[in-house]
């Protein structure tokens, strides 16, 4: 078996998925088709101030199917319900062993390092935890390696530097 791309409606990856794992299933054609996979990855974005886990598709737009391309297996993916077509068309050109190989290698990787970054240099932000909370001020510095911010906030007329974590605060 070997990996080809396939061409699906945008935003529809997981119902072609399925569709396409419960026709194996009906046909019985698990021996001729392996897996499908949707390449994705875990983000940490800030929303609102908080963080949350959501996944990323590295290639919206398209899936990866594990087969034996055949007349039978190519018209099964072919004529699945927004399925618009194998990368290659009528020929479709199988991934190369090295390529799909980097794909489920960050599939696998799993915990998410990459920060959704909503903050600029200049950008004004109200503190939403800590001993400043409900305080306001402007970003001088951002830090995504650690992430962390300098907010500069005035305390008595003077403007003060404030390290702060991405979640500590939240644009006004």
């Known amino acids: 078996m070997r990996w080809y791309v396939v061409h699906t409606y945008s935003g529809f990856e997981e119902k072609v998925k399925i569709a396409i794992e419960d026709k194996i299933e009906k046909q019985k054609l698990q021996d001729k088709i392996g897996r499908v996979l949707i390449p994705t990855e875990k983000v940490v974005e800030l929303k609102r101030g908080k963080k949350q886990a959501s996944d990323k598709k590295f290639y919206p737009g398209y899936i990866l199917v594990e087969l034996e391309l055949e007349d039978e297996t190519w018209h099964l993916v072919k004529n699945t319900p927004r399925v618009t077509n194998f990368v290659g ?8 062993d090295e390529e799909i190989a980097i794909v489920l ?68």
Do not use: C, H, W
């Open 89 to 96: 068309g009528a020929n479709p050109v199988p991934l190369p």
């Open 105 to 172: 290698d960050q599939q696998e990787k799993g915990a998410a390092k990459e920060v959704k970054m909503q903050f600029e240099k200049g950008d004004a932000v109200r503190i939403n935890d800590g001993s400043f909370s409900n305080f306001t001020g402007y970003i001088d510095e951002v830090n995504m390696d650690q992430g962390r911010l300098r907010v500069m906030v005035s305390i008595f007329g003077r403007e003060t530097p404030v390290e702060l974590n991405f979640y500590q605060v939240e644009k006004v």
